[in-house]
């Protein structure tokens, strides 16, 4: 999740559990560790573009680094809490419960985390975007009160309570609606009598109203959206693998890299004479083109005989103009 999500669930988490000892000293550990498993986001600044992309959410996502971590944080904010006369065990509690939800909130996203790293398995549930102020916005407004409330007032543990519950009230919600959608894919999947392989779903950009769905054919892709509120049939769009392509790099280690991490779903283009490498796990900016861009892109070039695989820049003006069409096609169709 974002970072200000991310730091209201650490700060409430901090709250719940030394909230009662220190007061907003917990509101304020507790957001630290709730950003410190994205100090990997700077990974870019000191490796290539593959290694960062591996790199990210891993380690510091892991149920190892939040173990491995807590006691030694604990430990230094013992150091600098001394009139606090809070033990460093309490602080590493905190530090603990702050780290490892950090990773179990990621998980629930279409990216996932490694959690249980060094083990290969990312956790990828889908069910929430990256962004969402329906689940942000009203946990943020309990963490405000909390600090406005008197430290260990009934008061205070109420609103911190209540922001736990109604942002988790609102996850169970989310997997009930990508429940709902999946089937409404299936579903139409089995009237349009197309036979496919396997079926994957997500959210939507800042909302679990419209889903959007990858179907796998044998030689292509099918892509779709649905909203709640849609009243005509879904539609799916087909994209051709085309995977054939890169049969020239089918030996180079950095091409099996990057079909990992995509975890398989992807197709190649050809754009001006480059060879692109769409990730279709996060869709594209706007299914409607006839040649849509996908957000996650790859040029495959090649340099002195190796493979280079090179992020393609984002589109930060056809994004603005997708969110307007977005805001239309989130209320049905």
Same mark, same amino acid.
Not at 50 to 66: A, D
Not at 140 to 148: A, E, K, P, S
Not at 181 to 195: G, M, P, R, S, V
Not at 255 to 265: A, E, F, K, N, T
């Given at each position: 999740?974002?970072?200000?999500? %991310?730091?209201?669930?650490?700060?409430?988490?901090?709250?719940?559990?030394? =909230?009662?000892?220190?007061?907003?000293?917990?509101?304020? /550990?507790?957001?630290?560790?709730?950003?410190?498993?994205?100090?990997?986001?700077?990974?870019?600044?000191?490796? $290539?573009?593959?290694?960062?992309?591996?790199?990210?959410?891993?380690?510091?996502?892991?149920?190892? @680094?939040?173990?491995?971590?807590?006691?030694? @944080? =604990?430990?230094?904010?013992?150091?600098? !809490?001394?009139?606090?006369?809070?033990?460093?065990?309490? +602080?590493?509690?905190?530090?603990?419960? =702050?780290?490892?939800?950090?990773?179990?909130?990621?998980?629930?996203?279409? +990216?996932?985390? %490694?959690?249980?790293?060094?083990?290969?398995?990312?956790?990828?549930?889908?069910?929430?975007?990256?962004?969402?102020?329906?689940?942000?916005?009203?946990?943020?407004?309990?963490?405000?009160?909390?600090?406005?409330?008197?430290?260990? *007032?009934?008061?205070?543990?109420?609103?911190?309570?209540?922001?736990?519950?109604?942002? *988790?009230?609102?996850?169970?919600?989310?997997?009930?609606?990508?429940?709902?959608?999946? /089937?409404?894919?299936?579903?139409?999947?089995?009237?349009?009598?197309?036979?496919? &392989?396997?079926?994957?779903?997500?959210?939507?950009?800042?909302?679990?109203?419209?889903? *959007?769905?990858?179907?796998?054919?044998?030689?292509?892709?099918?892509?779709?959206?649905?909203?709640?509120?849609?009243?005509?049939? #879904?539609?799916?769009?087909?994209?051709?693998? &085309?995977?054939?392509?890169?049969?020239?790099?089918?030996?180079?280690? $950095?091409?099996?890299?990057? #079909? $990992?991490?995509? %975890?398989?779903?992807?197709?190649?283009?050809?754009?001006?004479?480059?060879?692109?490498?769409?990730?279709?796990?996060?869709?594209? /900016? $706007?299914?409607?083109? !006839?040649?849509?861009?996908?957000?996650?892109? /790859? @040029?495959?070039?090649?340099?002195?005989?190796?493979?280079?695989?090179?992020?393609?820049?984002?589109?930060?003006?056809?994004?603005? %103009?997708?969110?307007?069409?977005?805001?239309?096609?989130?209320?049905?169709?």
């Amino acid at each position: 999740m974002d970072s200000l999500t %991310q730091i209201v669930l650490g700060a409430a988490v901090g709250e719940a559990v030394l =909230g009662k000892k220190v007061g907003n000293k917990a509101l304020l /550990y507790g957001a630290i560790a709730g950003t410190i498993p994205d100090l990997d986001s700077f990974a870019p600044l000191f490796t $290539d573009t593959l290694t960062s992309i591996e790199v990210h959410r891993g380690f510091t996502h892991s149920i190892f @680094f939040s173990v491995l971590f807590a006691p030694i @944080f =604990g430990w230094l904010i013992s150091r600098i !809490e001394k009139r606090t006369e809070v033990r460093w065990q309490d +602080w590493s509690w905190l530090m603990f419960w =702050g780290l490892i939800t950090h990773p179990l909130l990621d998980a629930h996203t279409t +990216w996932g985390t %490694q959690l249980f790293w060094p083990l290969d398995l990312r956790l990828a549930y889908k069910n929430i975007f990256v962004i969402d102020p329906l689940y942000t916005l009203p946990f943020l407004v309990f963490v405000i009160l909390v600090m406005r409330s008197k430290t260990g *007032s009934a008061k205070r543990k109420r609103y911190n309570n209540l922001g736990l519950i109604v942002s *988790s009230v609102y996850m169970i919600c989310t997997i009930a609606l990508k429940g709902i959608t999946y /089937y409404k894919f299936k579903e139409a999947l089995e009237k349009q009598d197309i036979t496919y &392989n396997q079926i994957q779903t997500r959210p939507s950009p800042f909302n679990t109203i419209m889903w *959007s769905a990858n179907v796998e054919l044998e030689n292509r892709y099918l892509l779709a959206d649905y909203s709640i509120f849609d009243s005509k049939p #879904i539609l799916f769009k087909a994209i051709p693998k &085309n995977h054939d392509f890169v049969d020239q790099f089918k030996n180079e280690k $950095d091409l099996q890299r990057i #079909i $990992d991490i995509s %975890q398989g779903w992807y197709s190649i283009a050809k754009r001006d004479d480059k060879l692109v490498f769409n990730d279709l796990r996060f869709g594209t /900016y $706007d299914l409607q083109q !006839e040649d849509p861009n996908f957000v996650f892109s /790859y @040029f495959l070039k090649e340099k002195k005989g190796k493979l280079v695989v090179e992020e393609v820049p984002r589109d930060t003006k056809q994004a603005k %103009q997708v969110m307007t069409k977005l805001l239309r096609r989130v209320f049905g169709n």
